[in-house]
Every structure is written in C-alpha cells, then in structure tokens.
C-alpha cells in the first residue's frame, strides 16, 4: 500500500513542478510584454512632444497679431476734436444683420423668410432724416474681432478671430473707452463679448450682458436687451446715460441654427423691425440712432469667411431733427438686388461716431469719416483734415509703414492751409484725402499680419526632424525596433532632453535673447535633446551603410504595387497643398483615392489564384461594399464659399434623414453581428454591446434627433408638441444619458468585461470505456480565431456611439457606412494578406478625411458647428460644452485611430509572441501618424510658402490649423485610448488567459 502511494505521489510531484515552471515562465512573459510595451508608450510621448513643441513655433511664428500702438488719442493734440453734433446716441447692433435683409427684394428671387420681413430701415431713409448703406466688413467675420474693428478703426487679425471664444480686455484707444474719458455714461445689454472688450469703461449700474455662445439659443439675449432697454429710454431714466449700447443676437443664432431659409428668421426680422419702430418712437430730437450689424452670414448660416454674404452687412443712421447730406441719388439705387448700392468699409464708422460725438478718434484707427453724416462740402474738408491728421500721426510711429505717402499728405496740409475756405477746392480736397486714407489702408492691408520667419523656421525644422525618426521607427527593421525598446535608448532620451533644457537655461541666461523668452529657449532644447537622444543610440549600434542596405532590403521584401498605392496616396495628398484649387477640392481628391483603391482590391481579387472561391466571394462582396459606400459618403458635403457653383451643398437636416437614421438603428447592428458571426465570435460580451447596447443607444440618438427636426422643421411650427416646454429638457437628458452610458459607464465595463468567447463543451463515443455509457466530454472554444478583434471592437464601438450622438443626421449615417467599411477593409486585409502592408494604415487615414468633410465640416472656420457645444448644457460648461464640439469636429479621425489596432488583431488567433503583436499595432499606429505629420509638414511649408497669398487667410492658413490640430489631437489620443487603455487591456487579458 506504501509502495502504491510512493508510486502515484512521484507523477503528481512531476505534475506541480512543471505548473510552477509554466506560471514562472507565464510571469516572467507578462513582465517583458509589460516592459515592452512600457517602452513602447515612453517613445511615443515624447515623439509627441517634439511634434506638438513644433506646431506650437510654426503657429506662434505664423498667427502673430498686428503691433498695437498703445498711444491714446487727445483732443488737445493738433487740436483733432469738432464740436459734438449729437448729445446722446443709441448704437444697436442686431448680429449677422445681411444686407438684402433690409432692402426690398420684389423679383422672383425673394425669399419669403429673410427678404421684405425689415423693411423700416430701407423706408425710414427714403426722408434726408435716415441713411442706409451697405456696410463691409473685414474678413474673417468673427463677432468678437468685428466690434475690435467697429471701436477701435484698425484692421483684424486671424489671432482675433481665434480669441472670439474667449474675450479679452482690448489694450489699444477705441471710442468707448474715450466717451469714458469724458465722464460720459455707457449704457450696455446683450452679447456679453462687450462685457468681455470694456467692462472697465461700462456704467456697472447699467450692464447687462448676457451668455452670447448658445447659439440654439434665439430668444434669452433678445429678450434681456428689450427688458432694458425700454426703461432707459424712458424720460425719467435718460440721463443715466449718453450712450446706450443693444446687442441682439437672435437673427445670427437663427441662421447657424437653422440657416436663414427657415420661418425663425422671418420671426426674428419682424421682431426686429417691431421693436426698432418702438426705439424710433422713444427717441429725443438730440439723440443719434444707429443700427448696424457686425457681419452677415453665408447660405447655411454661418459666418468666419469672406465671402460675400458674410462680408456684407447693414449700417442704418437716423436722427430726428438732423437731415444727412445724400448728394448722389444713385449711390442709393437699389435695382440688382443693391448690388451697386454705396458702401463703406465697417472700420469708418470709427472717425465718424467720434467726429459726431465730439471725441478725438481713436488713435490706430485706419477708417474715413462717413460722407453723408456731416451736412455740407466745408464740413467734408474739415472732418477729412482731422482724419488725415489722426492718419498720419499714427503712420509716423509705426515703423513697418513706409514713408512713400508723405508727400501726399504734405500737399493735402499745402492746399488746406491755402484753400480750405475756398469751396471750388473742396472737392479736390475731399478726393485727395481719400486718395491717400485709401493708399494707407491698402498698404496697411498687406502688413495685417507680420510673419516671424525665425519661429515658422525652427517650427518646421523641428517638424522634420521629428518626421525622420518617426519614418524610420513606423517601418523600421526589426532590429533598430528592439534596439530602441532597451532602457539604454529610452535613458538616452530622457538624458538628452534634460541635457538641452540646461544647454538653453544656460544659453538664455548668458546671451539673453531678445528674440526669444525662456520657455522658447527651453522648448527649443527639449525638442533638439529628445531628437539627438532618439538618433545617438542607433547611429552607435548600427553604422549607416549598414542602415541603408538593411533598409532597403526590408522595404524590397515587403513592398509591392499595394505599397506602392499607399506611397503614392500620401505624396499627392501631401502635394496638393501647392495649389489653392487643390486644398479647396481636398474633399473630393480624398473620395477618389479611396474609390481607387475600392477597385484595385476588386481588380486584385479577381486575378489572385492562392484563395478559395468562397474566399473570393466574400472579398468581391466586402470590397464593393467599401467602394459603394466610399461613393455614399463622397456624396454628403457641405460646400465651401470657394466650391460654388460647381458644388451643391447636401448636408442639411430632412425628414427622410432623420428616418434613415432610426433605419440605421437596426441595419448597423445586424451588419456587425454578420461580421462577428464569420468568426463565431458573437458570444458573451458581444450579443450584450451589439445586440441591447448598441441597438439602444442608437433608438435615443435617432429620437433626440427626432425631437430636434420637430423642435425646427416649418411643417410642426405652432403645434402643441413642437413648442412643448418639456422638448428641451428631453433633448438634453437624452444626450447626456446617451454621452453618459457610451463615454463612462461602458468603457468602464468593457475595461472589466470577459472577452468575446464561449467554452462549448461536446460529448464523445470513446469506445473503450463503460463509465457514462462509453461518453466522454470535449471542450470547444468558440470565438477562439478572433479573440483579440471582437473584444477590442467594442470598444470601437463605445466612442462611435458617442461621437455619432454629437453629429447632425446625416453625418451620423456618414459614420455608420464608416463602421461598415472599417469592417470589411479588415476582412480585405486578411484575404489579401495586406495586414502588414504600408497601405492598411493609409486607407484608414483616408477614411478619417473623408468623413470629416461628409460630416459637414471643411477646413474653415465657418464650418465649424459650435451650437453642438450646448448639446447637453445650456450655458458654456467646461469641459462638455468643448468636448462636445471636440468630438463633433474630429470624431472621423478619432474612430479610425481607434480602430488602428484591428488592422493588427482582427481574425488572428491568441499568440505566444504577444510582444511581435504589439510591436505591430506600434508599426500601424506610428504609420498614421507619419501620414498625418508628412501632410501636417506640407501644409505647414505651403501656408508660410504662400503667407504673402492673397488666399492665404482664406485656404492656407486655415488647412494649416486643421493639420496643427491633428498632429496634436491624434498624438495625443493615439496614444492614451487606442493603445494604453485599448490595445494594452486586450491583450495583456489575451495573454495571461491564453498565454503558452
């Protein structure tokens, strides 16, 4: 018996030994999978940093702001002030105010929401009491950068435009702060960007802003402007004030809402018009009335361009007792819809309201004083000589202009001095001092924006430098690979960046560069430390010759006509930002080079031999299906102002896309569920995500879109249920619910969730065993080819939820073709064994740009949709109302480097060598970002290239926004989602589950 036990003990000793040797083996293989994928992430981050560090120079060298004089105008000074010619002035600006607005339009071309719905201001200057003109800003039309240009005469820059979301205090002499100079009391309701401009100059006991950047929003700023107002124009309460300020923003919020072709704006305009006859009738014989608005806005609504619906505006000035002086009749002629109606630059109304008010006019103002407001010829000659003083004055200190216009100013100050009280030169006059306040502005024009090419220099030198290691790291050998894992390389960074940072600590400290502050310095230290720290390594350990035919033998092995397509993909997309023509049709470049590979995959189907015909079936189906939907998606645009008249805009809200989307409910799941069912893959986790979850949070982001289309469409208005108080408060919950499950609740689940697999079990005829009837029980995996795809798809599919919950309808069936085509160029790869190829991660970027443009987004700043901000809040809320719009503008790109990985991990069965799999995902992920930095860099070297462009703030500075943008954004996500928190969960489960 003894003997017997001694016997059976020795096998199960055996037995727990090599169980304790494969859970020592198992640790040590997670701990270097773990360390490697450590190294992984440290190199990444900072090849990010050298990226974003060198965005940052080229942006700050690129987007500088004018140089502000910070010189205060006096009326003492060269004796620059007439007496006031009004006692008070009410200034009314009614936002986005179009010009055709407010003339009549009586042809075939009116529109019956947004012509002849305003038309008090083109009757009331049809009498010598009122004056109407077009009034033409200066681009870009931003609200914030149009009243700096309104208040103070000077010229915007892109930097104002940029800032429109977050005011500041404005540092330079404007009229506002002069009337408070003069003890005068400004009164001020509505937008609260005045606030943000002269809070310090407003009477705080007559202030009233109001939130300003809810643009679903038409009524709350309207409604505070007249609560105020009205009061204050009452006689008990007028003197309270000498200028009263209204800012109305609901004829602008209903265009970006709606676009101005909806019954909104035609409420709006007749709101307007009622409440300005109220105004009219308040008014006192001193008291100047002027209604302007600071922009308009384009066919969709919305405005930042300049086009020219955006660039014109409306200027209304009317007094009681005072008749403006309307030489010729027809400058005012409106036939052709006004096309040939007198205009003015926006920036007069700068010396004009100043002249009218008895101040002096700011002193950066760069504006003319308005003909038709000063009564006479000899008032005209008077105005003109204070202007031209101002002019010049500001022109002698500022070095940048040229002295080429002294001789013209001279002889205007000759001839004032000798005939200015001679009316047969008054017109001569009045010409030459336009003459040379034109030649100013134009010359001022072309310095709007001084470029500091030492900044944009070492911008793009950093740049490039940062592209070299990231071209060799994403298809390097394996070799320089592993090299680069060792803490040996990663010390050498990290050493070689502190090194830099002490280098230009020490540098700043004893040369003290006036060019540069310290953090230039250290910023420029770290970026050369960490790209010296990158190469010193791999230049030691492996010589150049033996580089170079190691790299070209591994691209021979590897490259094929594939290749060759990816390659010549991103040179042509890097290219076309040599041509303006080119950048502005980017959306349709983009759609055909992904039809054309849509058809070489097909091409390539056809011919390949080593597949089964079932395999070519199904790779036929997937790749016409990604080729048919690429074609889908091309279709869905919004046009730029530069596309027209050759494009027609599509992304606009109907009834039958918001019904395709509740169709989308349903269809989408049932296409993943095919996929996961090739695989045998739809087991555990996944009938819960696609099945319930999915289909669930698609049925509320279609019904919130419902109730929107209701909230808006013509058909619903003045119903009960349209105008229910409860339809907000249900839109608001059902996106937060939605954002909440798909963004928090769900990736957290996923994080601790089982992977996509079932243990099926089989019962057996052993035949040679009576225990059981002779049955014996087999174990099956099934999901077992597709483990690591199907769970990591989930959580594609957690952030699509989302992203799709922050896009209007169309653009929301825009990204569910998306998914679909993401899941079969996955089974294209696996049939065409192109999972390696230079091509797969290309294709996914193409896919990123196309559907950002059928989403409704271009690269220019009026297509950015900030009413999706106040999705889920009413008001500004950091951080949901930016990653709203966040999300809504990069969801494209942001889907697609999520699902990166899968180029790696679909259909491949758990691995022994977790670490090469990795090392793959590094390779797809690094090759995206290479895509997207060598079309970052071109751009960035086009837009300094073409600085002096008369297109460039229109094309090339904006495409080179979206480029910085990315290059930030994506590094940044690429790095925290796809692989820390996606690929490294994963996979790390994969391995310790099924680890050998």
Not at 85 to 105: E, G, H, M, N
Not at 501 to 523: E, Q, R
Not at 555 to 569: A, D, E, K, R, T
Not at 757 to 768: F, P
Request: hydrophobic share 45%.
């Amino acid at each position: 018996m003894e003997s017997d036990q001694l016997e059976s003990s020795g096998p199960r000793r055996i037995v727990k030994q090599q169980q304790i040797q494969q859970q020592a083996r198992s640790k040590v293989k997670q701990q270097k999978l773990k360390i490697t994928f450590t190294g992984y992430v440290i190199v990444l981050i900072f090849l990010s940093i050298v990226q974003i560090i060198g965005v940052g120079f080229f942006t700050r060298g690129f987007l500088l702001t004018r140089n502000v004089l910070p010189d205060i105008s006096d009326c003492s000074i060269n004796n620059s002030c007439i007496p006031a010619k009004f006692d008070k002035a009410v200034i009314l600006i009614i936002d986005a105010l179009r010009f055709d607005f407010v003339i009549p339009i009586n042809d075939d071309s009116a529109n019956e929401y947004y012509h002849n719905n305003f038309p008090l201001l083109y009757d009331l200057a049809q009498n010598d009491n009122g004056i109407l003109l077009k009034f033409i800003a200066d681009p870009p039309t931003t609200t914030l950068q149009r009243l700096k240009g309104l208040t103070t005469g000077s010229l915007p820059t892109f930097i104002d435009a940029g800032s429109n979301f977050d005011g500041d205090h404005i540092d330079e002499d404007n009229w506002i702060l002069q009337l408070h100079k003069q003890n005068k009391s400004i009164a001020c309701m509505g937008d609260d960007t005045w606030q943000a401009l002269f809070n310090n100059y407003i009477n705080p006991q007559l202030n009233f802003p109001f939130d300003s950047l809810n643009v679903w929003d038409l009524h709350t700023v309207d409604n505070g402007v007249i609560k105020h107002i009205f009061p204050l124009l009452d006689k008990q309460e007028r003197s309270k004030w000498d200028v009263l300020i209204g800012h109305f923003l609901g004829v602008d919020h209903a265009g970006h809402r709606y676009g101005p072709n909806h019954y909104a704006m035609k409420e709006k305009l007749n709101q307007m018009n009622e409440i300005l006859l109220k105004v009219i009738s308040e008014l006192e014989d001193n008291t100047l009335l002027v209604v302007l608005g600071d922009h308009g806005m384009d066919p969709t609504g919305n405005h930042g361009g300049d086009s020219i619906e955006e660039l014109e505006s409306t200027l209304f000035m009317y007094s009681k007792n005072k008749k403006f002086n309307k030489k010729n009749k027809s400058f005012y002629d409106i036939s052709q819809q006004g096309k040939n109606y007198r205009a003015v630059n926006q920036i007069d109304l700068v010396p004009t309201i100043s002249l009218l008010l008895g101040l002096p006019i700011p002193y950066n103002n760069l504006g003319y004083p308005i003909d038709e407001v000063f009564s006479n010829d000899k008032e005209l000659v008077e105005v003109a000589h204070k202007s031209l003083q101002q002019l010049n004055t500001f022109r002698s200190n500022t070095h940048d202009l040229s002295s080429k216009l002294d001789n013209s100013y001279n002889s205007f100050i000759t001839n004032y001095t000798e005939h200015g009280n001679d009316k047969h030169h008054y017109e001569q006059l009045i010409s030459s001092a336009k003459q040379y306040q034109h030649a100013s502005l134009e010359e001022c024009k072309s310095l709007w924006a001084t470029f500091d090419l030492k900044l944009i220099s070492i911008g793009i030198g950093i740049l490039f430098l940062s592209l070299t290691f990231l071209l060799t790291y994403a298809r390097s050998i394996p070799a320089v690979r592993v090299s680069t894992m060792s803490f040996e390389f990663i010390g050498s960074v990290i050493a070689m960046c502190l090194l830099g940072l002490v280098i230009s600590l020490s540098i700043y400290i004893v040369l003290k560069p006036t060019d540069f502050s310290l953090n230039k310095c250290l910023a420029i230290g770290a970026a050369l430390g960490i790209i010296i720290g990158f190469w010193a390594p791999i230049m030691d350990r492996f010589s150049v010759n033996w580089l170079l035919h190691q790299t070209i033998d591994f691209f021979s092995f590897n490259f094929n006509s594939y290749s060759f397509l990816g390659l010549l993909f991103v040179v042509s997309h890097g290219l076309i930002f040599a041509s303006n023509s080119f950048v502005v049709w980017e959306d349709k470049m983009v759609s055909f080079f992904l039809i054309t590979f849509g058809f070489s995959c097909i091409f390539g189907l056809s011919v390949k031999n080593n597949i089964t015909k079932a395999q070519k079936i199904l790779g036929l189906s997937h790749a016409i299906t990604f080729t048919l939907f690429a074609r889908f998606s091309s279709m869905i645009n919004l046009c730029r102002e530069e596309q027209r008249p050759y494009c027609e805009p599509t992304f606009i809200s109907t009834w039958w896309s918001v019904l395709l989307l509740h169709g989308c409910t349903y269809i989408l799941p049932s296409f993943i569920i095919s996929f996961y069912k090739l695989t045998n893959s739809y087991h555990s986790a996944a009938p819960l995500w696609i099945g319930t979850g999915l289909k669930f949070l698609m049925f509320m982001n279609a019904v919130h879109w419902t109730l929107e289309y209701v909230h808006n469409s013509d058909y619903f208005a003045g119903r009960w249920f349209a105008s229910s108080a409860l339809l907000k408060p249900l839109k608001l919950a059902i996106a937060r619910i939605v954002l909440f499950i798909a963004l928090i609740l769900a990736n957290f689940s996923w994080s601790k969730g089982p992977l996509c697999v079932k243990l099926e079990y089989q019962a057996e005829n052993s035949g040679d065993s009576d225990d059981n009837n002779g049955l014996q029980k087999s174990a099956n995996i099934l999901g077992y080819g597709n483990v690591y795809g199907s769970s990591y798809f989930l959580l594609v599919l957690n952030f699509t939820v989302a992203i799709m919950m922050v896009t209007k309808p169309l653009g929301a069936i825009s990204l569910n073709m998306l998914i679909v085509q993401i899941l079969s160029l996955l089974e294209l790869y696996d049939i065409l064994e192109l999972r390696k190829n230079l091509v797969a991660p290309i294709i996914f970027g193409l896919l990123g740009y196309q559907n950002f443009f059928s989403t409704g987004h271009q690269a220019t700043l009026a297509s950015i949709q900030w009413e999706i901000g106040f999705l889920t809040t009413e008001t500004i809320f950091f951080p949901f109302t930016h990653l709203n719009i966040v999300l809504n503008t990069f969801g494209s790109f942001l889907i697609i480097s999520l699902a990166i990985p899968l180029i790696t991990l679909w259909k491949i069965v758990p691995s022994n060598k977790p670490i090469t799999v990795l090392s793959q995902i590094i390779t797809n992920i690094t090759t995206l970002l290479t895509y997207i930095a060598i079309t970052g860099l071109s751009s960035l070297i086009f837009a300094a290239h073409f600085r002096r462009h008369l297109m460039v703030w229109k094309i090339f500075a904006p495409r080179f926004m979206l480029s910085g943008l990315l290059i930030i954004i994506l590094n940044i996500f690429l790095i925290t989602v796809p692989l820390v928190f996606g690929t490294g969960k994963v996979v790390t489960q994969v391995n310790r589950i099924f680890g050998k």
